[in-house]
């Protein structure tokens, strides 16, 4: 059974600083990886998708990784702002019409 | 293109009552899900269809109902409304794109409270 863990729970940085949010799952055979933004009371917004056939996606200041072999994609933000202050999910799909998501990081960019 | 339309936003309940969530989308996507969100607990899988006429169970069916009579449509129905279903639940389709990947469209949610 796919489970998928997300680490920090929660993370507060100063505006302009670089971070990582990081995704661990157990079942190596993953299809695919999502990484999405949901700001407070809201829906649920598609950052990024890693195919496993992929090893990384990039869009804006926003990069994401995945290595299967490890079990592990990280998402990067670069020059953090106060705008990205959201929480964060990662989602695995294991080729079936199953995603199981992780609990998510809640991100607090400071002015 | 208004993608998924969840309806209503917002609703409470007494202990008991029925109720169905409405969930409608126009991208001619086969797979659709609903998902319950707790604190700290991320979004769980409650029901899941793979295309008209065809639905199965996720992780926490329990107290859940659906089904699937076109593309379109997915209605969550509670039978009879409990505290623990208090939740905020998010409806997805899939997109199956021709490039394989399986991206997940979620509408907006609808926040639930039962008393």
């Known amino acids: 059974k796919q489970e998928v863990t997300q680490i920090p729970a929660a993370l507060s940085v100063p505006e302009g600083e670089n971070l990582v949010l990081n995704c661990s799952f157990t079942?190596?055979?993953?299809?695919?990886l999502q990484w999405f933004r949901q700001d407070p009371g809201k829906g649920l917004t598609s950052l990024l998708l890693?195919?496993?056939?992929?090893r990384e996606q990039t869009s804006g200041r926003l990069n994401a990784s995945l290595d299967k072999s490890s079990g592990r994609s990280t998402l990067y933000i670069a020059a953090s702002q106060p705008g990205d202050s959201a929480t964060y999910l990662c989602?695995?799909?294991?080729?079936?019409?199953?995603?199981?998501f992780g609990a998510g990081t809640r991100l607090f960019v400071k002015a | 293109n208004a993608g998924v339309t969840q309806t209503p936003k917002f609703q409470v309940l007494k202990t008991g009552q029925s109720m169905t969530l409405q969930c409608a989308q126009d991208?001619?996507?086969?797979?659709m899900s609903w998902y319950r969100q707790d604190p700290g607990m991320g979004l769980r899988l409650i029901h899941y269809?793979?295309?008209?006429?065809?639905?199965d169970q996720g992780e926490v069916p329990n107290g859940y109902n659906v089904s699937r009579s076109t593309t379109e449509d997915f209605p969550l129905r509670l039978l009879s409304a409990a505290p623990s279903q208090t939740s905020v639940y998010f409806c997805?389709?899939?997109?199956?794109?021709?490039?394989?990947?399986?991206?997940?469209?979620f509408g907006a949610g609808s926040r639930l409270t039962v008393l």
């Open positions: 989602a695995g799909n294991t080729g079936g019409f199953k995603t199981i």
């Open positions: 079942d190596s055979a993953i299809y695919n």
């Open positions: 890693i195919q496993s056939s992929q």
């Open positions: 991208m001619n996507h086969e797979y």
């Open positions: 269809s793979v295309g008209a006429g065809i639905t």
């Open positions: 997805a389709s899939l997109d199956r794109s021709r490039s394989g990947a399986n991206v997940l469209t």
